[in-house]
């Protein structure tokens, strides 16, 4: 009989596993793509836009002084031309253009000897030197850019004249060999004290702003004519200038909005995916992966080292039977009602999501083990009256993480959070629960050594195969009727090197059957029992048939029968005494394969059992279509007998039915004479059991065949 295992974790395939992983690295790539995007488009878009403004502000304001540079310059020289015009052709009309009011000049000789003067002289000759015009502007920029102290030294020719400063306001003065100096500083705080009468005017009057200074022009006789030049900011120039810097600013503050609407929107774009990753489609609420991501966060947390949690496992028992007599929507109604129950009793820093089918994972804080069960058995039997029409079962593990402190007593922030694992321990512990009532399991250092215990099997599987670690017993089969040997069953037993005792097969065949080693196994088996059966015939012993267990694992091959023959067949040993044993439980897969297998071995010629009639849900159907040869009733019926008879008339109908079958029966588990005398009676052909014989190894078999 095949024994109940441990399972893992039932739901949760490697490939849940990874697709799990692949979205979790998609949603933490998608948030990275989000939010430094945005961050750094917001700086290239506010750096161009600054620098934009600055330049446009910039370009006007220098074309602007350039070009009233210019047109002073143009100005002083039509004053020479007229002025020479006069000293030529004595005409009124032009004396009084070059005399205007407002044309404001002297004339000097080649030695600075004034000739003749207009208007108000505030000329500095003594100060005059060249000046480069462009180098004027740049200095002008740098003060606005760089806001420098003191003066600035200029040399060079731009308009190939000397500029004389005005005393009235003189911003330049002479420097050493032969440059000029102008005082930019002050030029620039002029333009925006409020002490000065100019910009007083500006503010208070909407007066313009007129910065004097002088402008010489040669004359064709080596004389020159110095002109009187202004330096004006009229008010339209402020207004353009103000109206551009606030239309750029005004697109600065577009830009910047239009930028934060768009951070905004992809804040609650990521948002909502963010949610469609964390989203359970059954549910709507949590999924496996948001619990993973929030749970290790809330372990890591070094405030919640001190604190202690526990993950929970919850499965509901009933799930899939309720699916199959209502309907997949109202048991995913159900499941949706189960979360939202468990969400209402959640205190803070504790999580519930539901995981896959029927199961939930949890996280709960706790004081100890007993408070902590009460507080799960107090939520189950909520949950077990979900639904007023039916009650339900439930399924608990339970694994405790305890505080993280230091040897100084100290908390400790945890660092080894595996919340796979814990949820995999959770899960083990609910597995060991083998019946339907609703029941609440811890996990355990027992569970740990059991799996332990698994790992160590696998590793070691394949190496006792090649170094033939595995013995054959045989348990002998006796005639109830005369005591005579009629047949053995073969048994495995495990002699591995590491263990001091034999290991007994109900701890490593689940393994084997769970990881598909048993199909090795049952080749081992058949080609040593094979082997020994040809042994035993050539030393002229009376050998009898013995049976050997096949795997249902094998029967998923549609060439077991030829295997079969071809392994007894290469040691040399008849077909007839080889017995093909198959358990029950194997008769409900692919039921035509296995009536195909059957008769072909019975073809070959060797017979066929079905082991551990009755030990499960038996089906008369199987009999019916099943060509056996012998039908092997369970230990289970010559078991707790109550002593009321009901035991012995299903065994004896059964035996009845195997007869009128035209098959033989094997009663196994029998230990006291009082059963073997009752099955002799029935008419029962053998017998197999501790009440003859435990099973024993070749040689001892040999000697009882002797």
């Known amino acids: 009989m095949l024994l109940k295992r441990i399972i893992i974790r039932e739901e949760k395939t490697e490939e849940t596993e990874k697709m799990a992983n692949i979205k979790e690295q998609k949603l933490r790539k998608l948030k990275k793509v989000f939010m430094g995007g945005s ?56 004396l009084k253009l070059l005399n205007n009011d407002n044309n404001v000049y002297i004339v000097v000789d080649k030695d600075d000897r004034i000739i003749t003067e207009h208007g108000k002289n505030t000329c500095d000759l003594e100060g005059g030197k060249t000046i480069d015009s462009q180098k004027l502007k740049q200095q002008i920029k740098d003060e606005i850019d760089e806001d420098i102290e003191g003066t600035v030294n200029i040399s060079g020719i731009d308009l190939h004249e000397t500029i004389y400063p005005d005393t009235e306001r003189n911003f330049v003065s002479a420097g050493d060999n032969g440059s000029m100096n102008v005082d930019v500083k002050s030029f620039m705080a002029w333009l925006k004290s409020d002490h000065y009468e100019a910009l007083n005017d500006f503010e208070n009057e909407g007066k313009n702003i007129d910065l004097p200074f002088w402008i010489p022009v040669t004359l064709s006789n080596g ?33 910047l909005i239009i930028m934060i609407i768009n951070a905004r929107k992809m804040h609650k774009s990521r948002k909502r995916m963010t949610e469609v990753f964390y989203m359970d489609e059954v549910t709507g609420k949590h999924n496996w992966m948001w619990f993973i991501t929030n749970a290790e966060q809330i372990l890591k947390k070094k405030k919640n080292a001190s604190k202690k949690y526990a993950v929970l496992d919850i499965v509901f028992v009933n799930y899939r039977n309720f699916c199959v007599c209502h309907s997949v929507s109202e048991g995913e109604q159900m499941l949706c009602k189960v979360d939202e129950l468990i969400q209402k009793r959640l205190q803070k820093d504790e999580l519930i999501a539901h995981y896959a089918s029927a199961n939930f994972a949890a996280m709960l804080r706790y004081e100890d083990r007993d408070k902590l069960e009460q507080r799960v058995k107090s939520i189950v039997s909520e949950l077990e009256h979900i639904d007023s029409d039916h009650r339900f079962n439930f399924h608990v593990g339970i694994f405790r993480i305890g505080e993280s402190i230091a040897e100084n007593g100290k908390p400790i922030k945890r660092r080894d959070i595996d919340i796979d694992r814990e949820y995999n321990n ?38 006792a195969i090649d170094n033939e670690e595995f013995l054959v017993y045989y348990q002998p089969k006796y005639d109830p009727k005369t005591d005579e040997l009629r047949g053995a069953e073969a048994l495995i037993r495990w002699k591995a090197p590491e263990e001091e005792n034999m290991i007994s097969p109900g701890r490593f065949i689940p393994i084997f059957e769970k990881n598909g080693f048993i199909t090795e196994i049952d080749h081992y088996m058949l080609r040593h029992v094979a082997k020994d059966q040809k042994a035993w015939l050539d030393a002229g012993c009376k050998c009898v048939p013995i049976s050997v267990n096949v795997s249902r694992a094998h029967f998923i091959e549609s060439d077991l029968a030829e295997q079969i023959r071809d392994i007894v067949d290469s040691a040399g040993t008849p077909h007839d005494l080889i017995e093909i044993e198959l358990t029950e439980s194997a008769f409900f897969d692919d039921k035509n ?80 004479r009082e059963q073997v005398e009752f099955l002799a009676s029935q008419g029962c052909d053998m017998i197999q059991g501790y009440v003859y014989d435990k099973p024993m190894p070749k040689e001892s078999f040999a000697r009882k065949m002797a």
Not at 427 to 443: G, K, P, Q, V, Y
């Open 426 to 463: 959770a899960c083990t512990a609910r597995a060991s629960l083998t019946s339907d009532d609703t029941a609440i399991a811890f996990f355990d250092e027992e569970m740990v050594k059991e799996q332990k215990w698994i790992d160590s099997v696998q590793e070691r599987q394949k190496r």
């Open 593 to 672: 394969a296995m009536i195909s297998t059957i008769k072909k071995l019975k073809d070959y010629g060797f017979a066929v059992s079905m082991d551990d009639f009755g030990a499960g849900y038996s089906s008369l159907n199987s009999l019916k279509e099943m060509p056996l040869d012998v039908l092997k009733l369970d230990a289970d019926f010559f078991r707790n007998d109550e002593g009321d008879g009901r035991g012995q008339i299903v065994v004896a109908e059964a035996i009845k039915l195997a007869k009128n079958l035209n098959m033989r029966t094997v009663a196994e588990g029998v230990e006291v």
């Open 39 to 94: 961050i750094i488009g917001f700086l290239i878009v506010g750096t161009l836009a600054s620098i934009a403004l600055a330049a446009m502000v910039g370009s006007f304001f220098y074309y602007m002084m350039d070009s009233k540079l210019n047109y002073e310059y143009e100005r002083v020289s039509r004053l020479a031309s007229l002025y020479e015009i006069t000293n030529e052709h004595d005409n009124d009309d032009i």
């Open 223 to 255: 004389d020159r004519l110095i002109g009187k030049a202004y330096f004006v900011i009229y008010i339209r120039d402020i207004i353009v200038m103000a109206l551009l810097a606030s239309a750029i600013v005004l697109m600065l503050i577009a830009v």
